[in-house]
Antibody
Framework: QVQLVASGGGVVQPGGSLRISCATS????????MYWVRQAPGKGLEWLAF????????YYADSVKGRFTISRDNSKKVLYMQMSSLRPEDTAVYYC???????????WGQGTLVTVSS | EIVMTQSPATLSVSPGEGATLSCRAS??????LAWYQQKPGQAPRLLMY???TRATGIPARFSGSGSGTEFTLTISSLQSEDFAVYYC??????????FGGGTKVEIK
């Protein structure tokens, strides 16, 4: 079955960096486009980034452009988000998700909590 | 950026009753509209895409309708497991992909 397992969250100081990961199984990762979406405590969903299956083309939300970088390793079936210049408002649960054809965000990982605090 | 507006923010419903959730887009998204269900402490789950196509494993009591700027998610007879927050999402014109603010369906 399809599985996405996010990891790497934790507590980081403002201005710091962190890399979160999403390990996948149960589907052809190298053919799947992928997303990162976050949810601040008690808030709604915010799309952050998207990467095509080939890893070449990427899109970002304005809120993270220039600070976050989405990437993937198709040989390891892992999606990454490198986060730098972190701010307190980046505190959230970070979810990875996949796309199947024209079906958006059809499977989600369980999320990893990132807390930006001094 | 397409702004998605959901109403009401909270809907109080008794088990067995029906519920109608609304989602409005600031400009046409054609039928590129999805609905997600999220329970406390869980990741969102895809319910509907293409405005009216149920995702795999979603019960028939969930139905979606609409196109352009006005969309509706209807739950015909609420079961205990349906009390959750529901989000609409447009994927027509992006980036950015955008979500509505959510409708919480609570037990009356």
């Amino acid at each position: 079955q399809v599985q996405l397992v996010a990891s790497g969250g934790g507590v980081v100081q403002p201005g710091g960096s962190l890399r979160i990961s999403c390990a996948t199984s149960g589907f052809t990762f190298s053919s799947s486009d992928m997303y990162w979406v976050r949810q601040a405590p008690g808030k709604g969903l915010e799309w952050l980034a998207f990467i095509w299956s080939d890893g070449i083309n990427k899109y970002y939300a304005d809120s993270v452009k220039g600070r976050f970088t989405i990437s993937r390793d198709n040989s390891k079936k892992v999606l990454y988000m490198q986060m730098s210049s972190l701010r307190p408002e980046d505190t959230a649960v970070y979810y990875c998700a996949k796309r199947t054809g024209e079906i958006p965000l059809d499977y989600w990982g369980q999320g990893t909590l990132v807390t930006v605090s001094s | 950026e397409i702004v998605m507006t959901q109403s009401p923010a909270t809907l109080s419903v008794s088990p067995g009753e029906g519920a109608t959730l609304s989602c409005r887009a600031s400009q046409s998204v054609s039928n590129n509209l999805a609905w997600y269900q999220q329970k406390p402490g869980q990741a969102p789950r895809l319910l509907m895409y293409g405005a009216s196509t149920r995702a795999t494993g979603i019960p028939a009591r969930f139905s979606g309708s609409g196109s352009g700027t006005e969309f509706t998610l209807t739950i015909s007879s609420l079961q205990s497991e349906d009390f959750a927050v529901y989000y609409c999402h447009q994927y027509k014109n992006w980036p950015p992909l955008t979500f509505g603010g959510g409708t919480k369906v609570e037990i009356k």
